[in-house]
C-alpha cells in the first residue's frame, strides 16, 4: 500500500472526522506548550528576523494547527515589544501529505486572521500562509528558509510499512498483529527500528538542509520509555486494534489473510534511539528532550475515555483500514475497540509515552 497516496487524517468536521476526534494530541501539545512558547522566543531573540520562516509539519486538519500558530506569532509579537523591535512579518508553511484536507484549514483562515487582528496598539500582524502537501521524508522548501520547524504527533508516522517484514512472496512474518507484539518474531521490531533510522536521518538532513544556522525544531512525537518495543503504552494500544480485527474474523466478518497482511507504519522510538539518530546524522545539537504520560483526567470515567480513544483511532486508521478493509467494517470495528480499551483502563491506566525535543541547527 503507498502510505503517500492513502494515508490521512479524517477530513472534513463531521462526526468521525479528526478535527472533532484530536483532543488527546491538542491535549499533549498544551501539556509542553510553554516550554514550546520559550523556545520561540529564544529563538527569536538569537536570530531577530525581520521575517520568520515557520513550518508545520503534518499539520492534518481541524484546529489544533492553527493553534499553536496563533500561540507562536503572539509569542513573538510580545517578545519584539519587549524588546523594542519591530515585529516581523511571518510566513508559515502547513504542510501534510496531498491526501490532507487543506481546505478545511483555509476555510478557517478568515476567522484565524480574525481572532489574531484583535491586538493592542494596532499591531496586525503581516502574516503569508500557504500549504504545501508532500512527504517530510524529503526536501520541500528552499535552503535557509526556515527559522523554525514545528511538528505535533507526526514523526511516529513512517514512510512506509517496513518491507524487511514481508518475505519475498510478500507475505508478512507478523501474523495476527498490526503492530510489533509479544507474537511477534525478533525481525519484526528489528525492521521497525531500521526504518524509524532511515526515516528520522532522511528527516533531519533534510530539514538542515532548510533551516538556517541556529533555527530551531520543536517535535512532539509517540515513544516508549524503555529498550522493550512491547509495553502497556503505545504498542499496547495497537495490541488492542489487532484483537479488535480478530473478533471480526471469528466472527467471518474479515478473512484471517486480511488481518494476517495488515500492518501499520508507525513506530514508538526509545529516548537513546532518538539521541542515537541525531547524534549520528550531526547537524543538530540536541537542546532540550522531556518525555511525559498522558493518561486520562481523573474526572473522566473509563467509558468516555474509552469512547475518546475510539474515536481519536478511528479518525488517524480509517483511510488505511478502508483500503486494505472496505469501510463496511469501521463501525463494528471500533465499537469492539471501545469496548476492549474501556476494559483494560478499568484493570490499569494506559499511559502512552510522549517525548517533547528541541533541535538547535548547528
Not at 514512510?159 to 495476527?176: C, D, F, H, L
Not at 525481525?187 to 533551516?211: C, G, H, P
Not at 512525537?221 to 494500544?237: A, Q
Not at 483526567?297 to 474515536?311: I, K
Request: hydrophobic share 35%; proline share 4%; net charge negative.
Amino acid at each position: 500500500m503507498d502510505v503517500e497516496k492513502v494515508f490521512h487524517m479524517t477530513g472534513g468536521i463531521g462526526h468521525n472526522s479528526y478535527a472533532k476526534n484530536s483532543s488527546l494530541q491538542k491535549k499533549a501539545s498544551d501539556m509542553v506548550k510553554h516550554m514550546t512558547i520559550e523556545a520561540v522566543q529564544e529563538l527569536y531573540l538569537t536570530t531577530t528576523p525581520k521575517s520568520l520562516g515557520i513550518a508545520d509539519l503534518g499539520c492534518s486538519s481541524g484546529p489544533n494547527t492553527l493553534s499553536i500558530i496563533k500561540d507562536i506569532i503572539e509569542a513573538v509579537q510580545g517578545t519584539s515589544r519587549k524588546v523594542f523591535h519591530q515585529a516581523p512579518e511571518f510566513r508559515v508553511y502547513l504542510n501534510d501529505l496531498p491526501t490532507n484536507d487543506f481546505n478545511s484549514i483555509f476555510k478557517s483562515l478568515p476567522e484565524f486572521s480574525k481572532e489574531l487582528n484583535k491586538q493592542k496598539n494596532n499591531e496586525s500582524p503581516s502574516i503569508y500562509i500557504g500549504g504545501y502537501p508532500g512527504s517530510f521524508y524529503g526536501r520541500l522548501f528552499p535552503k535557509n528558509s526556515l527559522h523554525l520547524v514545528y511538528s505535533s504527533h507526526s514523526l511516529h508516522w513512517l514512510s512506509r510499512v517496513p518491507p524487511a517484514i514481508y518475505s519475498e512472496q510478500g507475505k508478512s512474518m507478523n501474523k495476527g498483529s498490526v503492530y510489533i507484539s509479544e507474537s511477534s518474531p525478533l525481525e519484526v521490531a528489528k525492521a521497525y527500528l531500521k526504518q524509524f533510522q532511515e526515516d528520522f536521518t532522511y528527516f533531519l538532513q533534510s530539514r538542515s538542509e532548510e533551516l538556517i544556522p541556529g533555527g530551531r525544531m520543536v517535535l512532539i512525537l509517540l515513544g516508549r520509555s524503555s529498550p522493550d518495543h512491547v509495553d502497556r503504552g503505545n504498542s499496547f494500544f495497537w495490541e488492542l486494534l489487532s484483537q479488535s480485527i480478530a473478533i471480526l474474523v471469528s466472527k467471518g466478518e474479515v478473512e484471517k489473510e486480511k488481518l494476517d497482511s495488515y500492518d501499520v507504519h508507525f513506530y514508538a522510538p526509545s529516548k537513546d534511539e532518538i539521541e542515537d539518530e541525531v547524534r549520528k546524522e550531526g547537524s543538530f545539537e540536541l537542546d532540550r528532550l522531556e518525555m511525559f504520560e498522558l493518561g486520562r483526567d481523573h474526572h473522566e470515567d473509563n467509558e468516555s475515555y474509552a469512547t475518546t480513544v475510539a474515536m481519536t483511532v478511528r479518525a488517524i486508521q480509517e483511510s488505511m483500514i478502508c483500503q486494505h478493509f472496505g469501510e463496511g467494517i469501521l463501525d463494528s470495528l471500533f465499537e469492539n475497540y471501545g469496548r476492549l480499551v474501556g476494559e483494560e483502563i478499568a484493570k490499569e491506566d494506559i499511559k502512552p509515552i510522549t517525548f517533547w525535543l528541541v533541535l538547535k541547527k548547528l
